[in-house]
Each structure stands twice: as structure tokens, then as C-alpha cells.
């Protein structure tokens, strides 16, 4: 504002705005680059948490923390309640907590995002990952991503917090919480979006509890959706076509960016690539047929460095002897593919490669053990006149159709056996 006035014409007429302003928003300042930004503090465990919390404290740690309150240790005060109280619910409880007692705060949040005049809109807390992580969720929820990707965004967060890691620690250690909660596990969100579904039926139906009607919904899903000319097409790595409809009533046919729907893991490991047998720390995606590995999580929305077709044929391994500890190996055919160190659960990155690994052997055993007469029912004989119009390219493109081929799916395969001798000079159709 004030480009082109006078130096006190500018000024004065910020003055004004800003005094305007703090009349409507709790507080509003000028940024570095001389715009205005308007902060809402929400506090988003209110007063129903502390209550439900207070609820489920013994009496014993009531005690404690008035002695402590007297002597004025606020901190040894609040360490002795969330010791004995979110402790011992963990991570997932302390989420149900929130997810049942902050409806209204959430409710907050999601109508000021309603606001386009605000935007663009950042959403923190202190460490980025609780409430942080289930407004996003909600958010993302409302507007049609799949749960898998989700969760995977989820559990991002992780290593995000790598960086102020000490800083994490110390605050958790502080009032006395678990390790468990400095940490975004994976089954901690789909435990919680379980416990939603079952409670309140879904997301939706949880969101008109916050305040957030149909109408509601709607609006954000416009704001924050792009529609994509379908048919589908690949841009980047990543399916662009028709998602879910999370919203149900709303009636609109929504084109997201889907990526790994069937995700099974992600994580950072340790692998040792190039020909000089360096070690390279990447992001790993699992998921129902492949595994992907990334330069880093920001870049899972572009093309992976490699993806490996976890066909039959590989065999995964633990690899106790080595240059480094924990480490397990991709087989193929008795060749090393990749060796591989997770930075944690080994063996769950060992059981989830196994299982698609099976998943996919048992999909191929099927495909090939049923014979053209197995699929109709019925033995059927050479037809040597059909044979000899066929030309060997066709009959090979024929033999060689995938299993989620027209001719698998009917149960009627479109070519017959071929003819042991095929015509010399076949005709052209």
C-alpha cells in the first residue's frame, strides 16, 4: 500500500488499516515485504480436552501436581498430570482426545479457510505434526485424496523434524511424555481415521459436528480443487483422473493428482548405488507391485530415481555381515539388486517386500496354471482353418496377452490353440 503517495500519506494510511483491522482479528502486523498479515490464535486443545483429560487423571497425580503448583513449578505441575494420563493412552488416545473433545476449535480453523480474501493461508503449532497434522487431514480428507497418500504425508513429517530434533526432544522430554510422541507413526493416523469412520461415519458426517454443513464443504473443495479435462492422462509420474467422493452428497465429479494408491511403506534407508558402491540416503515408497525409491520426499510427486517391478523371481534377505548395521538385500536370480539400510523396522520392510513379492508369484501361478479349456469349461480342439489365417505374429501377440486382458477377464480366449504347423504363406488378415 502507499506506492505513489508521499512517504506520511503511505504511512498514515497503514495506520488506519491496521487500526481497522485489530477491531476485527486478534492480532496484525506488516511483514518484510510490506504486506499485512493477520494471525488468529486458535486454541485448538481447548477447554473440553483439559476437562476430559483432568477426568481420566488419578487422584495421586492430582496431589503431586498441587505440590508442585504451590511451590509455583507450573512445568513439574503439568509433567506430573500428562505422565500418568496421555502416557499411558499413547499417541493414538491423546489423537481420539483431541478428535472428540476440539470440534468446535477445529471448526475455527476449517471456516477461516473458508475466507479467500485470506488467502494465502499457512496453519502451524509448535512442532507441526499433531494439530497440524489432523487439520491437514481433515482438509485433505474434505477435498477427495486417497487415505494412503494421507497417511504418507503423515508420516513425511517425521523426517522433516529431523532438523529440530533436539528441540523436539527437549519439549516432549520436558513434560514427561513417551518418545512415542515425537514421532508420526503411520498406524497412529489409520488407527484414528478407523476410529472416525466408526464413531462418527466418516469425515463428513464429523465435520457437520465442527460446524462445517454440506455448503461448507463445498466451498473449500472448490477452493482448493483444480478440475483436470479427463480422459486420464500421466503427467510426472502420477495419475491424473476422477478420486473418491470422501463428501458424498456434494455431486461433484472431482479430478485429483493420485499417486501409489495401494501404498504399503514409506520411509528413508540407506542404499548403496553406483559403480563406485556409494552410499546414498533416498525415500522409499512401497506399494502393491513396485518399489520406488526418491532423491527425497519432496520429490514423490516427480518421476523416481528407479522403480522395481517386484516381480517373481526376487527375494529379499537380512544381510547381518557388511560395511554398515541393519541391513537387508533385494535378490534376483542370485544378483544383488539393492542393499539396503533403513533408519528403523527392519524387519517390517522385510515382511511388506516379502508379501507383494508373494502376492505377485501367486497372481502369475494362477494366470499360467489355467489353460485356455480350464478358463471356458469346455475342451476345445485345433480349428487348423482359423490356425492357418492367423499370421505367427498375431498368434504370438495373441499368447502373449496380460492377465487383465478382455480375453482373460470373459473367460473366452479370443485365439484358439494354434496349430502345431502353421501355413507357410498365411493370409493377411
Not at 104 to 133: A, W
Not at 408 to 417: A, L, M, T
Request: net charge positive; aromatic share 8%.
Amino acid at each position: 500500500e502507499g506506492e505513489g503517495e508521499g512517504e506520511g500519506e503511505g504511512e498514515e494510511r497503514r495506520d488506519v488499516a491496521l487500526s481497522s483491522r485489530k477491531k476485527e482479528y486478534p492480532s496484525s502486523y506488516y511483514g518484510p515485504d510490506g504486506r499485512l498479515r493477520n494471525c488468529f490464535p486458535v486454541s485448538v486443545v481447548g477447554t473440553r480436552f483439559v476437562v476430559d483429560m483432568l477426568h481420566k487423571t488419578p487422584m495421586s497425580s492430582f496431589a503431586q501436581a498441587a505440590g508442585h503448583a504451590v511451590k509455583g513449578n507450573r512445568g513439574e505441575a503439568k509433567k506430573a498430570v500428562s505422565t500418568q494420563t496421555l502416557n499411558s493412552i499413547g499417541l493414538a488416545g491423546m489423537y481420539r482426545m483431541i478428535i472428540d473433545n476440539c470440534q468446535n476449535e477445529f471448526g475455527i480453523v476449517l471456516k477461516l479457510l473458508l475466507d479467500e480474501s485470506l488467502y494465502p493461508v499457512m496453519f502451524f503449532c509448535q512442532h507441526g505434526k499433531d494439530r497440524t497434522g489432523l487439520i491437514a487431514t481433515l482438509i485433505l480428507s474434505i477435498v477427495g485424496i486417497p487415505v494412503e497418500n494421507i497417511i504418507c504425508e503423515y508420516h513425511v513429517s517425521e523426517h522433516n523434524l529431523e532438523e529440530i530434533k533436539e528441540t523436539v526432544q527437549n519439549d516432549f522430554e520436558s513434560v514427561g511424555l513417551h518418545t512415542e510422541f515425537q514421532k508420526t507413526p503411520v498406524a497412529v493416523l489409520e488407527s484414528l481415521l478407523s476410529y472416525i469412520d466408526w464413531k462418527y461415519n466418516g469425515v463428513r458426517n464429523y465435520l457437520k459436528l465442527c460446524g462445517l454443513n454440506i455448503q461448507h464443504q463445498r466451498r473449500l473443495r472448490s477452493l482448493y480443487l483444480e478440475k483436470a479435462e479427463p480422459p486420464q492422462a500421466i503427467a510426472n509420474g502420477n495419475v491424473i483422473g476422477p478420486c473418491s467422493d470422501l463428501t458424498g452428497s456434494l455431486g461433484t465429479t472431482t479430478f485429483s493428482l493420485v499417486n501409489f494408491r495401494d501404498v504399503r511403506m514409506t520411509g528413508y534407508c540407506v542404499k548403496q548405488t553406483g559403480l563406485r558402491k556409494h552410499w546414498r540416503k533416498r525415500f522409499f515408497v512401497l506399494d502393491n507391485h513396485r518399489l520406488h525409491y526418491f532423491e527425497n520426499h519432496w520429490s514423490v510427486g516427480k518421476e523416481p530415481l528407479k522403480s522395481i517391478a517386484l516381480t517373481s523371481g526376487y527375494v529379499v534377505q537380512t544381510r547381518d555381515e557388511g560395511p554398515k548395521e541393519n541391513l537387508f538385500e533385494l535378490v534376483r536370480n542370485d544378483k544383488r539388486c539393492l542393499l539396503i539400510q533403513p533408519e528403523a523396522d527392519r524387519e517390517g520392510w522385510i515382511c511388506a517386500i516379502s508379501k507383494v513379492i508373494e502376492q505377485s508369484e501367486g497372481s502369475c501361478w494362477a494366470n499360467s496354471s489355467k489353460s485356455s479349456s480350464q478358463i471356458s469349461g469346455k475342451e476345445k480342439k485345433p480349428n487348423p482353418r482359423k490356425a492357418k489365417a492367423r499370421s505367427p505374429l498375431s498368434l504370438s501377440f495373441s499368447s502373449r496377452s496380460p492377465p487383465d486382458s478382455p480375453s482373460h477377464k470373459s473367460g473366452n480366449p479370443s485365439s484358439p490353440n494354434p496349430s502345431p504347423n502353421p501355413s507357410p504363406n498365411p493370409s493377411p488378415n
